[in-house]
């Protein structure tokens, strides 16, 4: 939980019971529990409207890589094409 562990938790409850009394602790504990529940819901939310549009990104970039890929392989034959040289004919004696 919230990467404490049980001793952690433990001083932390002692220290609330001290503080707040028996009386107010389960309200405080319904309150934090609330809070924690919006605050996963909001994420869950946000996660969900996201996650489509990052999606949609990663596949126009795949296809940008692909295009771009594309030219370079076209540009790198033209390349080749144009500092290819003909073989000069041997003379002969």
């Known amino acids: 939980m919230f990467g404490l562990g049980a001793g952690e938790v433990l001083i932390i409850l002692i220290i609330a019971f001290l503080l707040f009394g028996p009386k107010q602790l389960p309200e405080i504990g319904r309150q934090v529990g ?10 869950d939310d946000l996660r969900k409207s996201v996650e489509p549009e990052v999606n ?38």
Do not use: H, N, R, Y
């Not at 924690?36 to 819901?41: A, M, Y």
């Open 34 to 43: 609330k809070a924690v529940k919006g605050f996963k819901e909001t994420a």
């Open 56 to 93: 949609l990104i990663q596949q126009e970039v795949k296809l940008v890589e692909q295009d771009f890929q594309a030219s370079m392989k076209e540009a790198e034959e033209e390349i080749d094409k144009v500092t290819a040289k003909p073989e000069e004919p041997k003379a002969t004696s």
